[in-house]
């Protein structure tokens, strides 16, 4: 006799079916059903995105397995945010935009189902917040709080967040490696984490990863009165860097840099705001990071913000602008989340 077994997917943040339903955080979501008993090609998974307010989630072991039953756990840690713009001061005619975030870190693993506990507390941390900064006072962006664990048995880690504007440069955001976080800019481009993590940029675009599915690109870093530079690709399941916000000088403005793409999906990176905001990372179809947010643009008279990283990306760096002006704000990081993934 057949059954029904539900393909379960829970997520951190709230969904919208047709705006008709609406589901809160963590709820349940029934997305599919098939008929007949559970079979290696018709596995149950679930996934888990962090968003404020659900930034822990519970898997609970299905039940009915065979002792053959397998787990795969995919985690991609939270992204750095971006900086915030710079503004000017007296005698100051160069100022950067802020430089992007660092991409958070991917690793997967599969365990025999019965070696697992009966339930497993999941951290899915938001992405780290872009620096907002006041009127003559910009704002580094920051690392994520947490990584993103599947209990104490696998983590994934979080990138680093990129430095504010300034008068010379400003250090892009270094990405998560396999074994260590990213490392926030300053001046100079953060170190990538340790296995992997590619380096944030110093006046130039973000440092690749040298891992190709561990490894998380570096944040664009800024150059003083100069288009904002690129945040770096991925060149597998990590998240990219985010791009940096535009420059600024007495006479010029610039655009902001646009976000890291990934190389192995064929995926163009968010552009850079042209006399506007960074566009926001996107995320790929399937079971791996996102896309870099892209740098906002200078403007003497105005200020815009760089994009929020899509899952696991840095956000975008904050565009510069005048004395008088509050400086562009640096886009958040994208969030960290976890697929799980259970057999017969």
Known sequence: MSRLVPNIELQGRAERD???????????IVTATRRGVLTNSEAITQKFVGAPGALT?????PSNLSPNSTTTVVLVGPGGGGGGGATSGTGITNISGGAGGGGGGYITATFPTASLPATVTIGTPVGGLGGVGTAGAPAAGANALNDTTFGTLL??????????????????????????AGVVGTSAGGAGGALGGGAGGTGVIGVVPTLAEAGAGGGGGASAGTVGLAGALSYGKG????????????????????????????ITGSAGGTAAAGAPGTNPTGMTAGTGGGGGASLVT????????????????????????????????GPGACWVITTS
């Open 18 to 28: 047709g705006g008709a339903n609406q589901w809160l955080p963590g709820q349940p």
């Open 57 to 61: 989630a519970t898997w609970t072991k």
């Open 155 to 180: 983590t994934a880690f979080r990138g680093g967040g990129g430095f504010n504007g300034a008068a010379t440069t400003s250090g892009g955001g270094g990405g998560a490696g396999t074994s260590a």
């Open 239 to 266: 998240g990219s860097g985010g791009g940096a916000g535009g420059g600024l000088t007495n006479t010029t403005v610039s655009l902001g840099g646009a976000g890291g793409g990934n190389a192995a999906l064929q």
């Open 302 to 333: 105005a200020s815009f913000a760089g994009g929020v990283g899509g899952i696991g990306a840095g956000g975008g760096g904050g565009g510069a602008t005048e004395a008088a002006a509050v400086p562009g704000a640096g886009g958040n990081g």
